[in-house]
């Protein structure tokens, strides 16, 4: 894959099957850090205006609709229900609505790991697409599971990404240098980072406050 920056005008987020039935089934990471990386990646998306498409199965399965910290997050982003599994490109409604935002990278999360997402990625290799796995933003039953299936990912073409170092990437677009993005999510979606942000945005404070006194 050449070196291209992921950019929001280069770049579709795609969602996949974040469902309030599967959440209770993941082993391979922590459940509100989990949830708060989805909404992270969400609203990386949404606010740095990406490409977005996000899919389920159908709601009235017993996987039920999406986290409804996820739903907040996309607002009035349609969310296209499936009636296919596993790989989300066979399901023709997905496929056109990723197509229509003509986009040739994708970054996937999702759940399960060894599921949805790794057939979902090996789609979009297959439909021609620079693929990219937010593997911070997806999970498994068991952590074994989750690594396995990135790794047959990395080895099919796909790159492994965390959700906040797109949100960088993203911040590197001239449109966004001076956007504000970047820091309301560390403060609300990277706890330790956004505390770190205080620290320095207190400390610049003081200094100003000690120029103006001298």
């Known amino acids: 894959m050449t070196p291209e920056p992921l950019a929001p005008a280069n770049t579709t987020v795609v969602l996949v099957d974040y469902a309030v039935g ?9 459940l509100a850090e989990h949830i708060n990386n989805v909404v992270g990646l969400a609203k990386t998306a949404k606010w740095y205006e990406s490409g977005l498409v996000v899919t389920n199965g159908q709601s009235s ?13 996309i607002g009035d982003q349609p969310v296209i229900e499936r009636a296919v599994d596993f790989n ?24 399960a790991t060894d ?9 979009g290799l297959r439909e021609g697409y620079r693929v990219h796995v937010a593997a911070d933003a997806s999970a498994s039953p068991s952590l074994e599971a989750h690594n396995a299936a990135v790794q047959r990912m990395v080895q099919a073409g796909a790159v492994p990404v965390t959700w906040f170092s797109l949100a960088a990437e993203f911040q590197l677009d001239p449109k966004f240098h001076d956007a504000p993005h970047r820091i309301r ?8 980072m ?10 610049l404070e003081l200094g100003k406050r000690a120029a103006t006194a001298v």
Do not use: W
């Open 61 to 73: 399965k017993p996987s039920g609709p999406l986290y409804p910290e996820l739903l907040e997050a």
């Open 115 to 123: 599921g949805c997402v790794l057939q979902t990625v090996l789609g």
């Open 88 to 111: 989300s490109f066979l399901d023709e409604s997905f496929a056109q609505a990723v197509r229509q935002e003509g986009r040739e990278n994708l970054v996937v999360g999702g759940i």
């Open 22 to 30: 599967f959440a209770n089934l993941l082993r391979s990471h922590n």
């Open 194 to 203: 956004g505390m770190s942000a205080r620290t320095f945005f207190h400390a």
């Open 185 to 192: 999510l560390m403060q609300e979606n990277v706890p330790s």
